[in-house]
Nanobody, 125 residues
Framework: QVQVVESGGGLVQPGGSLRLSCAAS????????IAWFRQVPGKEREFVSC????????HYADFVEDRFAISRDSAKTTVHLQMDSLKPADTAVYYC??????????????????WGQGTQVTVSS
């Protein structure tokens, strides 16, 4: 059974940086896609970024504006989201999500089957 666990959230000042990590387990092949979503209370969960395990292909939401970078460890199934130049609007709970049996980019929350519990990111002075 696939499990994902997020970590790395915290409080940071505007313009600062955070590095989120998603530790995934239970994959039997490299046919997977892992994504980051975020959610503010009262708003719909929105796509941030994803990476495809088989190819390493990545994709970012428009609001990222070159500020974030998603990557994966070669030794284990851990995905990172390096977030730089953070803004107060980036404040949200960030979730890691995974789906297996695919080899392409997916941007809808409804395309993912496995979810972590979320990690809080707060950008404030």
């Amino acid at each position: 059974q696939v499990q994902v666990v997020e970590s790395g959230g915290g409080l940071v000042q505007p313009g600062g940086s955070l590095r989120l990590s998603c530790a995934a387990s239970g994959f039997t092949t490299d046919s997977w896609t892992i994504a980051w979503f975020r959610q503010v209370p009262g708003k719909e969960r929105e796509f941030v970024s994803c990476i495809v395990g088989s190819s390493g292909s990545t994709h970012y939401a428009d609001f990222v504006e070159d500020r974030f970078a998603i990557s994966r460890d070669s030794a284990k199934t851990t995905v990172h989201l390096q977030m730089d130049s953070l803004k107060p609007a980036d404040t949200a709970v960030y979730y890691c999500a995974a789906v297996t049996g695919v080899r392409w980019i997916l941007t809808s929350q409804y395309e993912y089957d496995y979810w972590g519990q979320g990690t809080q990111v707060t950008v404030s002075s």
